[in-house]
């Protein structure tokens, strides 16, 4: 079935220039970078030396992972406006299998950042740090993390996608609850849990590189280790694929 | 065992009750029409047959089972409006329907042919009149040669020439055995092509079976008595004869009545000979599906 997701996707130019535009504004930004200041530093070119590389590419990453969720909120919209998801409904498809396809779209997304964040990474690391190169393969299950942050931050594209069915409303909510809603709602709530909210929880996957140290400092923060931020990163991804479904599958399309 | 049944279904949206506990049975090889007034219904029957609009009550049943994808699979269908992708061709959004059904890929090839849309199977569907969105959908039914095919308003956007390809289409499919359930407001459709029809009116089923039959219960036979018959003793002949009423004058001394079924002009003539009346004239006419859907939707 997934060759009928990719008959609509590779035709569709929205699609290669938003995969584009991810790719160009990760490499600027990772490119641009040696000038920024973190934590007080001048990263300079310590900042492509491995292994140190692959956590601080991941959590770069992540502020562009709106962009996947943008492209995933479009193509589900489409087919709701298109009114294609009727129309495949009524070809054969059943409610699971539209939504199964769709999260197989997501998985490729996710692929495509992992493989994205890994090349820069190769690319920057040896081009730029080619010294710290026999230090390539540490922490680069970093990457992996990465990925469950994508397919996390999917889920609940995918879910903002279905409740409201058009684009420019549902980029809108996406792009409000992540940025604006979430952290409003952390201030509210106590420390102890706002760390369980699921953007929180995704971002908890790539932390801020020097987190560590800085907590030496502040005292702990208050986000979840990654590997304590994984299982329920899974919860959430699996909790909002099957709202999706009961939300398509108990309404009119 | 029916290919299509409705038990009892009914819809609402809020307040408003689009289907108020529809019951109809749509039998092999048959072409069934569903013709009702603009809001009548018929679509909102379709959307719940076919698996999009979940029904109030009721339940439904395709070739004798459950709905499932396997069964709708079995059933070429266009609902209300041609829905595509509108930045792939006629060709790419057919290949991915056929992916959808599971249907053979070569079907693509005979579907454009037969709707006429060869020649333009490589341009965007977003560029397409709605008559060529309208033929693409039609194609779309076709894919993998299904059992039974359900068009909803098959001929909207066409032009003359094509409602009578869509017309012929209809019956060349109906001469191959296949069941074609075809909703319309367009009543000389359903006449030339149906052999069954119910009618719909605000939800409520008002008539339904075979075409001849809902339309022979409009029949009148027209009688022209002979010059020297005089009228007080036709309508006493008349009167005596159970199977015969609602006897009206006409124009210029004829006379038409309704005949109870069972009963037709050749009876009528040789029960009036009996009883020493003879007719100049005697005919039946039949009332148009137009004069006849007008009485029961009034």
């Not at chain 2, 076919?50 to 004798?64: C, Q």
């Not at chain 2, 249907?103 to 060869?118: C, E, S």
Request: hydrophobic share 50%; with cysteine.
């Amino acid at each position: 079935m997934f060759r009928a997701e990719l008959r609509k996707i590779l035709p569709y130019r929205t699609v290669w220039i938003i995969l584009l535009l991810f790719v160009v504004l990760l490499a600027l930004f990772v490119s641009a970078g040696g000038s920024v200041t973190l934590n007080g530093q001048q990263v300079g070119a310590t900042l492509y030396t491995f292994p140190g590389l692959w956590q601080k590419l991941t959590y770069v990453a992540s502020y562009f992972n709106l962009l996947l969720g943008i492209l995933l909120i479009i193509l589900i919209t489409d087919e709701f406006q298109f009114r294609t998801f009727r129309q495949q409904i009524i070809d054969g498809s059943s409610v699971a299998e539209l939504l199964q396809n769709k999260l197989l779209v997501s998985v490729a997304l996710m692929v495509f950042g992992m493989l994205t964040v890994l090349g820069l990474g190769f690319y920057f690391g040896l081009t730029r740090a080619a010294e710290t190169a026999n230090k390539a393969a540490e922490g680069i299950t970093g990457i992996a993390l990465y990925g469950v942050q994508v397919l996390g931050l999917l889920s609940m594209a995918a879910l903002v996608a279905v409740l409201v069915r058009r684009s420019g409303p549902g980029i809108l909510l996406f792009l409000l609850y992540a940025w604006v809603a979430e952290p409003l709602l952390r201030f509210s709530l106590p420390d102890s849990l706002d760390r369980f909210l699921p953007a929180k929880v995704f971002n908890s996957l790539t932390p801020l590189p020097g987190q560590e140290m800085l907590d030496t400092v502040t005292g702990p923060s208050s986000a979840l280790l990654p590997t304590e931020a994984l299982p329920l990163a899974l919860v959430y991804t699996a909790l909002f694929w099957g709202l999706s479904y009961l939300v398509l599958r108990n309404r009119d399309l | 065992m029916p290919i299509l049944e409705l038990d009892n279904v009914s819809k609402s949206y809020g307040s408003t009750t689009a289907l108020k506990g529809l019951t109809l049975s749509v039998e092999p090889g048959s072409v069934y029409g569903l013709l009702g007034p603009n809001g009548s219904g018929k679509t909102t029957t379709l959307g719940i047959a076919l698996g999009v609009l979940r029904a109030s009550g009721g339940s439904v049943r395709w070739f004798g089972q459950a709905p499932s994808s396997d069964n709708r699979r079995r059933v070429g269908a266009l609902l209300e409006t041609p829905n595509f992708f509108p930045y792939l061709s006629a060709r790419q959004n057919l290949l991915l329907a056929a992916d959808v059904k599971r249907a053979d890929p070569r079907t693509v090839d005979q579907a454009l042919d037969l709707t006429g849309l060869g020649t333009r199977q490589h341009d965007k569907f977003r560029g397409f009149s709605l008559g060529m969105k309208q033929r693409l959908a039609l194609a779309s039914t076709l894919l993998g040669n299904p059992e039974v095919l359900v068009l909803d308003e098959p001929t909207n956007g066409l032009d003359p020439q094509g409602i009578a390809e869509v017309r012929d289409l209809v019956t060349r499919l109906a001469a191959d055995g296949k069941t074609i359930i075809i909703a319309s407001h367009l009543l000389d459709e359903v006449e030339k092509v149906c052999t069954h029809v119910a009618v719909l009116q605000r939800g409520d089923l008002r008539a339904a079976g075979p075409v001849h039959s809902i339309l022979a219960t409009a029949d009148r036979v027209i009688l022209r008595p002979a010059p020297d018959t005089s009228i007080v003793t036709l309508q006493q002949a008349l009167a005596a004869l159970p199977w015969v009423s609602d006897l009206k004058p006409e124009t210029a001394g004829i006379y038409s009545a309704v005949l109870a079924a069972g009963h037709g002009p050749a009876d009528l003539n040789r029960a009036l000979f009996e009883q020493g009346i003879a007719l100049a004239g005697l005919e039946v006419r039949h009332r148009s599906l137009e004069a006849q859907f007008l009485e029961l939707t009034r």
